[in-house]
C-alpha cells in the first residue's frame, strides 16, 4: 500500500472511502443503452461549402469560383461523385465512405439563421431554435432524455467543458487527451470532500472520474497531448480519443467534436493551401474515428454541420466572407449513403442570395431531425416539442439511416 | 483583515500575494482605484524595453525583401529561421506578460489589462500575428485602461496586430488605384467584427451593408512597410499616397507601425448607418469616433464589464448604472472602473465567479510567492505550458469574440480535472520542511473568511504539507473569486 493509500484511510471514515467508488458502479450498472452511437461534429467559423462539396457540373462554376475553383484533372484533382457535385481534393477517406454508400453530402443547407455573425449563427446551430438567443440549452441535450441518455456519462463532448449543444437538464461530460498527470484516487477523494458546497464542482470532478475510471481512456501516447481542437494540426487525437470512449460496451452513445480554423478570409487555396489542410486533418480524423470504434461503427451516424455557408465568389484577398447556405455531410456505418442531396438552383447572380452568397434551400434541422428519429428513435412529438421548438416548417428528412 | 479586503484582492484582483489582503483591508475601494492609470508595461529579462510595432513590421518587411531579393533555394530554411524568431518574440513578450501578473502591485489595473485585451481580441493562432500580440497589448490596450474609450478603440483599429488578423492590412477598394491595376478587392472581416465585438455589440443596429460601408471606409488603413521597393506592385502604387506623419501624430490614439494608404482607399463618400462620411482617412477616422460614443456601444461596454467583475447574471440595475456613467463620460474608462468598484453588487459575499485558466494560474504562483528567483525562468514556463494545457493562453482565443467570461465554460467535468491535477502538482514541488500548520495560515491570510470551516478541516487533517497546499489550490474558495 502506499503512501496516498495510507493516508487516505488515516484520514476518512469508510463512508466517505466508499463514496469514491459511487460513481464508477452506477456509471458500470445504468441501464445498458441502446448500441446506436450518434456523433456531431461543430465545423466552427463557416466552412466553405463550395470547396467541400464543390458542383463543378454547375456551367458557372468555374467563372463563380475563381482562383478558388477545383478541377478533375490536375495535381489535386476533386473527387467527382455524380457528375455534377464532388468532394474537395483532402476528403479522399470521405470519398471512399461515399463509394462503400456510407456517407451523404449535403449541399444549399443551412440553419433558419440569415444574418452573418458567427457567434449568432453557432447559437442557432446549436440551441435548435429558429432565432438567436431565444433558448438557453442544446438541442443534443434536449434530445438526451427522448433518447433514453439523460443519465450521466452517455454523452460526452471532446472538450474540456461541454459546449452550449450538449448543455441543459441533461448530464454530459467531457474530455479532452490527457494532459497533466491524472492524481491518485485518494487525493481525489479529499478533493471530492471539499465540493460538497459547490454543486457545479462537485458535479464536474464527479463526471470526470466517472469516465476515468470507467478505464477506457489508458492512452499514454505523448502524440495525444499537444493538440487541441483549435490548432491548425492534427486532429487524430481528439478523433481516436473519441471512437475509443464510443466503443466501450458501457461508455457514451453521444459524442460531440468541435473543431474551428474555417473562416477562410484570405488566401483560402484550392486544391491545396489553408483549407485543404483543415479538410486534410478533418479527413484524417474520421478515418480515425472509425478505425477506434471498430466494430461499432456499423451501429455510428456521424453528422458535421457548420454555422453558415461562405460568399460564392472569391473575396478581394483570395478567401471567401461569411454567407449564407453551405454543404453539411452525414457518415457512418450506419447511414443508408452513397448520394448528394441538393435543392440546387445554380451559381448565376440570379440565384445567389442578396447576389452575393449560396442560398440555403435545407434547413439544417430538417436533417437533424430526421437524424435523431431514424437513428436514436426519439418521436416526433419530442423532436417537434422542446428538442426544435418552431420547427414545423423543416419537415424531419427521410431515407439517412439503413434500415 | 476585513472581507471586503479579500474581496478587493480576490474579485477585482489576481488573488493575494503575501501581505497584499492586510494592505487592501484598511480601505478596500481607495486600495482599488489608487491603482488607476496607464498599466505598468511588461520589460525584456534584461530590463530594456520590448520591439516597439513600428520596429516589428521594419523586421517582417526586412525579411520579405531580403527573401525577395535573394530567390535562393534556402528560402525555406530562412523563413523557418524567422518564424522561430518571430515565436520567440511571443514567447519572451508573454513571459514577461505572466511576470508582471505575479508580481504586480497593482493587481486591478492588471486585471483591466486583461479584460480589454480579451475585448478586443486578436489571436496568435491567425497567421502572422504571433510577433504584434505583445506590441498589441503594450501599444493600444495598457496606454488607456483608465483613459478615453475612443482612444482605445482607434489604436486598436490602427495597430498592426489588428490590421493583419482581420485581414484588414489586405482590403483594397475595389475601385481604387491599387484595386483597379491588382484586381484585388474589399475584405468584410474587420468592419463586421469592429461593430459586432469591438463596439456596438451584434444587436447594435447595423446590417449587411453597413458591414461594407465599413469596410470601404476603412480601406487603405494598412501596415507601414516603409521603402519604396518593399512590398511589390501594390506598394509601390501606394507609396503616392501616404499621409504625412504630422496628420497622424495628431491623432493621439494612432498607433505606431500604421499607414493609411490613399491609393488602396475606396473612393467616394460613404453611406454608414444613415449617415454620410467623407472620403479618404477622415471618414474611417470620424467612423471610429461615431462607433465609440454611440448608445449601442455604451449598453454592450457596460454588459461585459459587469459581467466580468460583477457576476455572470449582473443586476439589470448595475448595467444600466455602467451604461449611464459609460455614455455621459463620454467613454471615460477611469469613470467606468470606478464605477464598477462603487457598485454594492459587486461586494457580495456569494460564492463569486471562477477564474479562468490564466487567472487561476496566476494566482496560484501570486500566493506562493513564485517564482522564485533562482528558478524563475523555467517556473514562468512552468506555467505558460499549464496554461495551454488547460485550453487557455493570453491572446490564443479561437476566435475575435476572445475567450468566454462564464463560469460555466470553465468548470466542465475536464477543466476542474485538469486544475486539481495542477494543483497536486505544484504542491508537490514544496520544500520539505513546509508544515501543513503554515498552509493553513496561508489560507486564511488569502482568503479570510471566506474560507469555509470544512475546506479549513479538511486542509488542516491532510497527511502533509504537499497534500494541504494541493487541497486549498483545488478549492473552491481558491478558484471562485
Known amino acids: 500500500m502506499d503512501a496516498s493509500r495510507r493516508?487516505?484511510?488515516?484520514?476518512?471514515?469508510?463512508?466517505t472511502a466508499l463514496c469514491l467508488w459511487d460513481a464508477p458502479l452506477k456509471f458500470a450498472f445504468a441501464a445498458v443503452p441502446g448500441d446506436r452511437r450518434l456523433v456531431v461534429v461543430i465545423l466552427r467559423g463557416a466552412v466553405d461549402g463550395l470547396a467541400a462539396v464543390p458542383p463543378h457540373g454547375d456551367k458557372d462554376y468555374g467563372s463563380t469560383r475563381g482562383?478558388?475553383?477545383?478541377?478533375?484533372?490536375?495535381?489535386?484533382p476533386l473527387h467527382d461523385l455524380d457528375g455534377m457535385f464532388g468532394l474537395h481534393p483532402a476528403l479522399a477517406n470521405m470519398k471512399m465512405l461515399y463509394d462503400a454508400k456510407q456517407l451523404i453530402a449535403f449541399q444549399n443547407i443551412c440553419s433558419p439563421y440569415r444574418d452573418r455573425s458567427h457567434f449568432e449563427g453557432q447559437n442557432v446551430l446549436e440551441t435548435g431554435a429558429a432565432k438567436p438567443h431565444a433558448i438557453g440549452d442544446g438541442w443534443l441535450n434536449r434530445a438526451l432524455t427522448p433518447m433514453g441518455l439523460a443519465d450521466s456519462g452517455h454523452a460526452l463532448a471532446v472538450a474540456q467543458t461541454p459546449p452550449l449543444l450538449l448543455t441543459g437538464p441533461a448530464r454530459a461530460t467531457s474530455w479532452m487527451p490527457a494532459t497533466l498527470p491524472t492524481p491518485d484516487a485518494a487525493f481525489l477523494a479529499q478533493v471530492k470532500l471539499l465540493y460538497a458546497g459547490d454543486p457545479a464542482l462537485s458535479r464536474s470532478l464527479g463526471d470526470a472520474l466517472a469516465l476515468q475510471s470507467a478505464a477506457m481512456i489508458a492512452s499514454d501516447d505523448p502524440s495525444d497531448k499537444k493538440m487541441g481542437p483549435g490548432n491548425n494540426a492534427n486532429l487524430t487525437p481528439l478523433f481516436a480519443g473519441a471512437g475509443r470512449l464510443l466503443a466501450a460496451e458501457a461508455g457514451p452513445r453521444v459524442a460531440v467534436l468541435d473543431i474551428s480554423g474555417w473562416d477562410t478570409h484570405i488566401n483560402e487555396g484550392a486544391g491545396e493551401g489553408a483549407l485543404a489542410r483543415r479538410l486534410a486533418a478533418l479527413d484524417g480524423g474520421l478515418d480515425a474515428l472509425k478505425t477506434a470504434l471498430g466494430p461499432a461503427w456499423n451501429k455510428t451516424a456521424i453528422v458535421m454541420a457548420t454555422e453558415f455557408g461562405r460568399t460564392a465568389r472569391p473575396n478581394g484577398n483570395g478567401g471567401t466572407d461569411h454567407g449564407t447556405g453551405g454543404a453539411s455531410f452525414l457518415l457512418g456505418g450506419a447511414v443508408a449513403g452513397g448520394h448528394v442531396r441538393a435543392e440546387w438552383t445554380g451559381?448565376?447572380?440570379?440565384?445567389?442570395?442578396?447576389?452575393?452568397?449560396?442560398?440555403?434551400?435545407?434547413?439544417?434541422?430538417?436533417?437533424?431531425?430526421?437524424?435523431?428519429?431514424?437513428?436514436?428513435?426519439?418521436?416526433?412529438?419530442?423532436?417537434?416539442?422542446?428538442?426544435?421548438?418552431?420547427?414545423?416548417?423543416?419537415?424531419?428528412?427521410?431515407?439517412l439511416i439503413r434500415a | 483583515m476585513s472581507l471586503e479586503g479579500v474581496l478587493a484582492v480576490n474579485r477585482f484582483g489576481l488573488g493575494a500575494r503575501p501581505g497584499e489582503v492586510e494592505q487592501a483591508s484598511d480601505n478596500p475601494k481607495t486600495w482599488l482605484t489608487a491603482q488607476l492609470g496607464p498599466a505598468q508595461q511588461p520589460v525584456q529579462a534584461d530590463g530594456t524595453p520590448f520591439k516597439s510595432g513600428a520596429a516589428l513590421v521594419a523586421d517582417l518587411t526586412a525579411f520579405r525583401r531580403e527573401r525577395r531579393d535573394a530567390r535562393k533555394a534556402n528560402d525555406a530554411q530562412a523563413a523557418m529561421a524567422f518564424n522561430k524568431q518571430q515565436r520567440q518574440v511571443l514567447l519572451d513578450e508573454m513571459s514577461a506578460r505572466f511576470d508582471l501578473g505575479f508580481s504586480t502591485t497593482r493587481p486591478f489595473a492588471e486585471r483591466l489589462v486583461w479584460f480589454w485585451t480579451n475585448h478586443f481580441t486578436i489571436s496568435t493562432q491567425g497567421a502572422g500575428t504571433a510577433s504584434f500580440a505583445g506590441a498589441y497589448e503594450r501599444e493600444a490596450i495598457r496606454p488607456f485602461i483608465a483613459g478615453k474609450f475612443e482612444d482605445m478603440l482607434l489604436a486598436v483599429a490602427t495597430h498592426p496586430a489588428m490590421l493583419v488578423y482581420l485581414n484588414n492590412a489586405q482590403s483594397i477598394g475595389p475601385d481604387s488605384l491599387a484595386g483597379v491595376v491588382s484586381r484585388r478587392g474589399l475584405n468584410e472581416n474587420f468592419g463586421r467584427e469592429l461593430m459586432e465585438l469591438y463596439s456596438l455589440g451584434v444587436n447594435g443596429g447595423y446590417t449587411q451593408a453597413d458591414v461594407i460601408a465599413l469596410a470601404k471606409l476603412l480601406t487603405g488603413w494598412s501596415i507601414d512597410t516603409g521603402?519604396?521597393?518593399?512590398?511589390?506592385?501594390?506598394?509601390?502604387?501606394?507609396?503616392?499616397?501616404?499621409i504625412s506623419d504630422g496628420d497622424l501624430r495628431r491623432d493621439t490614439g494612432v498607433s505606431s507601425g500604421f499607414r493609411y494608404f490613399e491609393n488602396r482607399h475606396e473612393p467616394g463618400r460613404v453611406s454608414l448607418r444613415g449617415k454620410t462620411y467623407p472620403d479618404g482617412y477622415a471618414g474611417g477616422r470620424a467612423a471610429i469616433h461615431d462607433l465609440a460614443h454611440d448608445p449601442a456601444t455604451a449598453r454592450f461596454i457596460a454588459g461585459k464589464f459587469a459581467v466580468h467583475f460583477i457576476s455572470d447574471t449582473p443586476p439589470p440595475e448595475s448595467v444600466t448604472r455602467l451604461e449611464n456613467i459609460f455614455r455621459d463620460t463620454g467613454g471615460d474608462l477611469k469613470a467606468l472602473a470606478v464605477a464598477v468598484v462603487e457598485d454594492p453588487a459587486a461586494w457580495t459575499q456569494g460564492p463569486g465567479k471562477m477564474r479562468p485558466p490564466v487567472d487561476y494560474i496566476t494566482?496560484?504562483?501570486?500566493l506562493l510567492n513564485l517564482p522564485q528567483a533562482q528558478n524563475a525562468q523555467r517556473q514562468t514556463q512552468g506555467a505558460m505550458q499549464a496554461c495551454r494545457l488547460m485550453g487557455q493562453f493570453p491572446m490564443a482565443a479561437p476566435s475575435p469574440k476572445g475567450w468566454s467570461d462564464q463560469s460555466q465554460d470553465w468548470s466542465g467535468p475536464d477543466a476542474v480535472l485538469s486544475r486539481i491535477a495542477f494543483a497536486r502538482q505544484l504542491a508537490s514541488r514544496l520544500p520539505q520542511n513546509f508544515a501543513v500548520g503554515q498552509v493553513t495560515q496561508l489560507a486564511d491570510r488569502a482568503l479570510g473568511s471566506r474560507l469555509s470551516a470544512a475546506t479549513r478541516g479538511v486542509i488542516a487533517a491532510a497527511a502533509n504539507a504537499g497534500e494541504a497546499m494541493a487541497l486549498l489550490l483545488s478549492s473552491s474558495e481558491f478558484q471562485r473569486r
Open chain 1, 7 to 15: 493516508s487516505l484511510l488515516r484520514g476518512l471514515s469508510a463512508t
Open chain 1, 67 to 76: 482562383q478558388l475553383a477545383l478541377a478533375t484533372d490536375g495535381a489535386t
Open chain 1, 347 to 399: 451559381l448565376s447572380t440570379a440565384a445567389l442570395q442578396d447576389g452575393r452568397d449560396q442560398p440555403a434551400r435545407t434547413d439544417l434541422r430538417s436533417l437533424f431531425k430526421g437524424l435523431l428519429a431514424e437513428h436514436m428513435g426519439v418521436p416526433p412529438s419530442a423532436l417537434n416539442g422542446n428538442v426544435f421548438p418552431d420547427s414545423a416548417g423543416a419537415p424531419a428528412m427521410t431515407g
Open chain 2, 227 to 242: 521603402q519604396p521597393e518593399g512590398g511589390g506592385r501594390i506598394f509601390r502604387i501606394a507609396q503616392f499616397g501616404r
Open chain 2, 363 to 366: 494566482a496560484t504562483y501570486r
